[in-house]
């Protein structure tokens, strides 16, 4: 069964003006100046008025939650399917920040997978703003080679809510991240907020 959609402003992202649509199962099969009617569409959607647009990619989201830096009320809950989805994002990249004490990388990893079950594409950083990196395996390198989802590292740096890691502290998380990389065949990745200048160094190596 088909689900067409017209009068949409379509932009893929170039802006390619009023379209149809045209929806099997959970696929755009074909995007047309005018698509005519037929026995398989079941569905019809007038976007008069609307825009469709690729999915959005959003690579920093405190998914279970941000705040807490002004006591235990200023925390803020986490984040909700509809709002993702409202916000045009499709695909979103989970990460923590300064309180890793009462948010940890399972709970966030638990609230990655709820968004994938939920029909979204969902991965994450492990690590916190503190170094030592906060884990799930006790392990960046275990972490990142044995769990897919888990894209890269975040850590702070020239942050005064960083812990001021040395150089060399830097440099074992970078070789952990690209031994991790080789061995699970993944893109390497440090994910540093947000005083990059500190680990311009460390980002060569």
Same mark, same amino acid.
């Given at each position: 069964?088909?689900?067409?959609?017209?009068? =949409?402003?379509?932009? +893929?992202?170039?802006?390619?003006?009023?379209?149809?649509? %045209? @929806?099997? *199962?959970?696929?755009?099969?074909? $995007?047309?100046?005018?698509?005519?009617?037929?026995?398989?569409?079941?569905?019809?959607?007038?976007?008069?008025?609307?825009?469709?647009?690729?999915?959005?990619?959003?690579?920093?989201?405190?998914?279970?939650?941000?705040?807490?830096? =002004?006591?235990?009320? +200023?925390?803020?809950?986490?984040?909700?399917?509809?709002? %993702? @989805?409202? *916000?045009?994002?499709?695909?979103? $990249?989970?990460?923590?920040?300064?309180?890793?004490?009462?948010?940890?990388?399972?709970?966030?990893?638990?609230?990655?997978?709820?968004?994938?079950?939920?029909?979204?594409?969902?991965?994450?950083?492990?690590?916190?703003?503190?170094?030592?990196?906060?884990?799930?395996?006790?392990?960046?390198?275990?972490?990142?080679?044995? @769990?897919? *989802?888990?894209?890269?590292?975040?850590?702070?740096?020239?942050?005064?809510?960083?812990?001021?890691?040395?150089?060399?502290?830097?440099?074992?998380?970078?070789?952990?991240?690209?031994?991790?990389?080789?061995?699970?065949?993944?893109?390497?990745?440090?994910?540093?907020?947000?005083?990059?200048?500190?680990?311009?160094?460390?980002?060569?190596?």
């Amino acid at each position: 069964m088909f689900t067409l959609l017209t009068n =949409a402003r379509v932009f +893929s992202p170039e802006d390619l003006g009023l379209c149809s649509l %045209l @929806i099997h *199962a959970d696929r755009i099969v074909a $995007v047309e100046k005018d698509i005519s009617l037929f026995d398989g569409v079941n569905e019809v959607i007038d976007c008069r008025g609307k825009w469709v647009i690729p999915g959005i990619i959003d690579q920093h989201v405190h998914l279970t939650g941000g705040g807490g830096e =002004a006591g235990f009320a +200023s925390r803020t809950p986490a984040v909700k399917l509809r709002d %993702l @989805i409202q *916000a045009g994002i499709t695909t979103v $990249v989970g990460v923590l920040g300064t309180d890793a004490i009462s948010r940890s990388p399972k709970d966030l990893y638990a609230k990655m997978q709820s968004l994938n079950l939920e029909g979204l594409r969902a991965f994450m950083h492990t690590g916190a703003y503190a170094v030592p990196s906060p884990t799930i395996t006790r392990s960046i390198r275990d972490d990142m080679a044995f @769990i897919p *989802a888990i894209l890269g590292v975040k850590i702070a740096l020239a942050d005064h809510r960083g812990s001021y890691p040395s150089f060399l502290e830097l440099l074992r998380i970078v070789s952990d991240i690209r031994v991790a990389s080789l061995l699970a065949g993944k893109k390497r990745l440090a994910a540093c907020a947000p005083g990059e200048s500190a680990g311009r160094d460390v980002a060569t190596y």
